[in-house]
């Protein structure tokens, strides 16, 4: 049988079927999801427009687990009962809040023991609250915000980073390791959001500093193409130089991680950096220069977009 169109191959590891929801099919949980169910788990989806869910479950109905098809469910509450894992992806902190609490929402549904892993990049605030609400009602909660972008969901590889108790997360990694290259506890609940946060401090950095060297070199009537192959194989190498350097060469933006998701991710840094004392200079400035594209109508263009400013 075919591979899905939204997923490209990967060999699994072995491990037992389980039961397992998935909450939010946006552009990571959809293949994300998807990796689960080639994996061999059975797997229950929720999506806010129902209309998605019923095409994951279409396009994953020829791939059913041991323990049975795949489905899709009306509310968090009925994809959640049953599993033995619910995993999350979805926008912000209120987003998460509403799939997570109330009588529609994930916990409600899950049995005793179960555990929720929250992919989505959220505030290590609600993180926290979210993991003592699950303790109080006996389940297990694990903040896991992902690196990777749309093509590493698609690949299976992302980068996990989690925060929450080590018998959640070992409960979980097994099956994350489905649509990850790295499946990491880093700390307490909260840790692997702020963790997220370094992340994006990092890259915010990195793409101000590639687009400056880019935007310099074409006013000085190099060849970008090729400077770029040659810095590349030495110090000023990087993820960034090496996925987006030719690109912002050619002034193509219509991909990748959106201006406002990276504007709502460097308002958490922001957020947090005010109650831990940080002091960002360099990441604060650049947040105001992917404003800068937003009002320029780069909201949904890639994060390398920056260098339009300079040129």
């Keep these: 049988m075919s591979q899905p169109a939204s997923l490209n191959p990967k060999t699994y590891p072995p491990a037992p079927a389980q039961r397992v929801a998935f909450i939010g099919l946006g552009v990571m949980g959809y293949p994300m999801a998807g990796h689960l169910a080639l994996a061999g788990h059975q797997v229950t989806v929720y999506n806010r427009t129902p209309a998605k869910a019923h095409s994951w479950t279409q396009e994953f109905a020829g791939r059913a687990s041991q323990l049975g098809a795949h489905a899709s469910a009306p509310t968090p ?40 892993v929250d ?9 926290r609250e979210l993991h003592a609400q699950a303790q109080a009602l006996g389940l297990h909660f694990v903040d896991a915000p992902v690196s990777g972008g749309q093509a590493g969901a698609q690949n299976g590889m992302l980068t996990v980073m989690c925060g929450g108790q080590a018998v959640a997360f070992d409960a979980a990694k097994t099956a994350a390791m489905a649509f990850s290259r790295a499946f990491t506890l880093l700390g307490d609940s909260g840790a692997g959001q702020l963790a997220k946060m370094v992340n994006q401090i990092a890259i915010a950095g990195l793409v101000q500093g590639l687009s400056e060297a880019v935007a310099f070199g074409q006013k000085a009537g190099l060849d970008m193409e090729q400077v770029l192959d040659v810095i590349g194989k030495g110090a000023a190498q990087s993820w960034q130089m090496d996925n987006r350097g030719k690109t912002m060469v050619a002034n193509k933006f219509d991909f990748g991680f959106a201006v406002d998701w990276m504007r709502k991710d460097l308002g958490l840094v922001l957020d947090e950096a005010k109650h831990n004392g940080a002091r960002l200079p360099v990441t604060a400035l650049v947040d105001q ?17 920056l260098i339009k400013r300079l040129l």
């Design 119 to 127: 992919h989505t990049t959220a505030s290590a605030t609600v993180a």
């Design 289 to 305: 220069f992917y404003a800068d594209v937003q009002q320029m109508g780069g909201r949904r263009w890639d994060t390398s977009s």
């Design 77 to 116: 509450q009925q994809a959640a009962q049953g599993a033995d894992i619910v995993f999350c992806c979805v926008g912000n902190d209120d987003d998460l809040r509403s799939v997570v609490l109330g009588d529609d929402g994930a916990f409600a549904g899950m049995r005793a023991g179960a555990v929720l």
